[in-house]
């Protein structure tokens, strides 16, 4: 697994091994070989988010964690070659204060973020219930999985 971090607000290694732990056991649900899968990750400010969302979501409001699939479906991935999944945004701010919300640590809301993102670019989304109660499964057993549980 490959994830490819900005060096700005990078977050602790404990955090990183998560994510990367993470990662590996969302593509390989997916029936992907982890060793070939590439995922771009940045941290970034509550305005910069904020900015990113307005343009890129046409929502004028800070949101927590943002993806760029390069892809609609897993299946238009060739499943035997490098694969750049796309770009996950977080904003480590706006994640601290939902874990604070939440009542869980903020390792756990950072990661959970960075699950919810790597889902978005595998191809799942939330907008209808049904689709929702899947994506938010596949979360809840990732988490679990890593020893991130609520």
Do not use: W
Not at 16 to 21: G, L, P, R, S, T
Not at 84 to 113: K, T
Not at 115 to 136: A, F, P, Q
């Amino acid at each position: 697994m490959n994830l490819i971090f900005s060096d700005e607000r990078m977050p602790v290694q404990t955090i990183i091994d998560h994510m990367i732990a993470a990662a590996e056991l969302c593509v390989k649900e997916e029936d992907l070989d982890p060793e070939l899968i590439e995922i771009s990750v940045t941290f970034v400010s509550t305005e910069e988010i904020h900015e990113l969302n307005r343009v890129y979501r046409n929502n004028d409001s800070v949101t927590d964690v943002l993806s760029f699939p390069q892809y609609n479906r897993v299946e238009e991935m060739h499943k035997n070659m490098p694969i750049s999944l796309g770009d996950v945004v977080i904003c480590p701010e706006q994640a601290l204060l939902q874990a604070d919300e939440f009542g869980h640590s903020g390792e756990r809301e950072l990661v959970y973020l960075f699950v919810h993102s790597t889902l978005h670019l595998l191809g799942y989304d939330h907008m209808k219930e049904e689709d929702k109660r899947e994506m938010r499964t596949k979360e809840e057993k990732v988490m679990s999985h890593i020893g991130l549980i609520r």
